[in-house]
């Protein structure tokens, strides 16, 4: 089981914002390292959404934004699209097992 | 492009062993470290090992420690998973990730492979 909790499922309308919550503790977000992002569409390999707690790749749409603080950070998406139905992750270190960890994934539904 | 081919899935009996391949291109293999991460049917993703540029340095998740080896050949641009005593729950979709970052522990996956598929049953 993971040390990241988010909430098993958010839902919008097209167009409008929706947020996914990240929790974690003192030995990994609260820690102070970086939280990053990913989503994985349906039959497809996960790709990098958010780096670095706030940073997105080229080629990600800033409909995507991101933020962290203490022990928790959160992921945001305005203008909801059909495209964006997918599942999101994110994943940080954690100090006391020693190795990196994801968040329990966010199914994201357009409704 | 970066490009990363996951190869070595299959169907294996419980106890069993496989190994797993991950060819790289479109990039300096050397330089960078890889991790190995999976999902199983029904679960979100999970981190399962990670090995420096150089080969010498390895983590593992707890899950799979003692029974999971991970290696690379930067001669060939190929990472490797040893998978030994396999159990039922190891059954998941495996991917090949390339890591970026300037420190460990601020390490992300830039890029993905497409996954190879490992079943464990009898």
């Known amino acids: 089981q993971s040390v990241l909790t988010q909430p098993p499922s958010v839902s919008g309308a097209p167009g409008q914002r929706v947020t996914i919550s990240c929790t974690g503790s003192?030995?990994?977000?609260?820690?102070?390292?970086?939280v990053h992002w990913y989503h994985q569409l349906p039959g497809t390999a996960p790709k990098l959404l958010i780096y670095g707690n706030i940073n997105r790749p080229s080629g990600v749409p800033d409909r995507f934004s991101a933020s962290k603080s203490g022990t928790s950070a959160s992921l945001a998406i305005t203008g909801l699209q059909a495209e964006d139905e997918a599942d999101y992750y994110c994943?940080?270190?954690?100090?006391?097992?020693?190795?990196?960890?994801f968040g329990t994934g966010t199914k994201v539904t357009v409704l | 492009e970066v490009q990363l081919l996951e190869s070595g899935g299959g169907l294996v009996q419980p106890g069993g062993s496989l190994r797993l391949s991950c060819e790289a291109s479109g990039f300096t293999f050397s330089d960078y470290a890889m991790s190995w991460v999976r999902r199983a049917p029904g679960k979100g993703l999970e981190w399962i090992s990670l090995v420096f540029n150089g080969g010498t340095g390895t983590y593992y998740a707890n899950s799979v420690m003692g029974r999971f080896t991970i290696s690379r050949d930067n001669s060939k641009n190929t990472l490797y998973l040893q998978m030994n005593s396999l159990r039922a729950d190891d059954t998941a979709v495996y991917y090949c990730?390339?890591?970026?970052?300037?420190?460990?522990?601020?390490?992300?996956?830039?890029?993905w492979g497409k996954g190879t598929t490992v079943i464990v049953s009898s």
């Open positions: 003192s030995s990994n977000i609260g820690a102070g390292d970086d």
């Open positions: 994943q940080s270190y954690d100090n006391r097992l020693s190795g990196f960890v």
């Open positions: 990730a390339k890591e970026e970052g300037w420190d460990f522990t601020n390490y992300y996956m830039d890029a």
